[in-house]
């Protein structure tokens, strides 16, 4: 086997994984997005309103991920991906706070300073993964965000439609051309387990605030 048909096997398995990692790890495989709490329950205005508000905290501030990560490379295809990314996310970010200011405050329950505490952590981590000088970290986080934004994207929705208004159109890369972006980025294994490992962070704290305010809708239940 020559270089170049290695190299194009190792870029075929890393878009394989971290597609499994979207599907199997990300938002769309929350049980709790996926369930009534989210969707036509008595508890969903509230459930969306603080996922609104905490969406909001983790992403909804400039420098985004993409910004910053965007920063870590002067790689021409990855810049021009990076561009389109930056420019849809501007229009996420106004999305998202106008959706915050239509829910109206966020549901009172138990724990609220600590769940702060929790989300401005979670931003913090995001933010220091996204300025990792490990060649490829950066960028595995702002594919796996873009990949993952398309689920969180159906619960900022959700709760628009509630509201009575219209959901934007969603402005981000394709799925195949932003794991284009990291075969072509992986050009050693070094280099594609840290587009990997970024992957896994991004997905991890998405994971970790789905869990939180699925904690958060539960203490309600029972407050």
């Known amino acids: ?3 170049g048909q290695s190299q194009r096997r190792m870029n075929a398995g890393l878009d394989t994984a971290i597609w499994a990692l979207v599907g199997q790890e990300g938002t769309i495989s ?4 996926r369930g009534p709490g989210m969707s036509d329950s008595r508890t ?3 459930n969306l309103a603080d996922a609104v508000h905490y969406l909001c905290v983790l992403h909804g501030r400039h420098p ?12 021409p295809i990855v810049q021009g991906w990076m561009a389109q990314v930056i420019k849809a996310f501007a229009d996420e970010r106004r999305y998202m706070n106008k959706l915050a200011v239509a829910v109206g405050p966020q549901p009172s329950t138990p724990g609220q300073a600590e769940s702060v505490a929790t989300v401005n952590s979670q931003r913090h981590a995001l933010e220091i993964l996204s300025r990792s000088d490990r060649d490829g970290c950066a960028l595995g986080a702002a594919i796996a965000l873009v990949l ?15 509201l009575g208004m219209a959901p934007i159109p969603l402005g981000l890369p394709l799925e195949g051309e932003t794991l284009a972006v990291a075969a072509h ?3 050693t294994p070094g280099i594609e387990r840290a587009i ?3 992957a896994q962070q991004l997905v991890a704290q998405h994971r970790g605030l789905w869990n939180l305010l699925e904690a ?3 203490a309600r239940v029972d407050y």
């Open 44 to 46: 969903a205005g509230r």
């Open 30 to 33: 929350r049980s709790y997005v």
């Open 196 to 198: 990997l490992f970024g």
């Open 64 to 75: 985004g991920v993409v910004d910053i990560a965007a920063q870590m490379t002067t790689d």
């Open 216 to 218: 958060r809708h539960l």
């Open 148 to 162: 993952d934004w398309v689920a969180v994207r159906n619960v900022l929705d959700r709760a628009a439609t509630r």
């Open 185 to 187: 980025y992986a050009t």
């Open 1 to 3: 086997m020559n270089m």
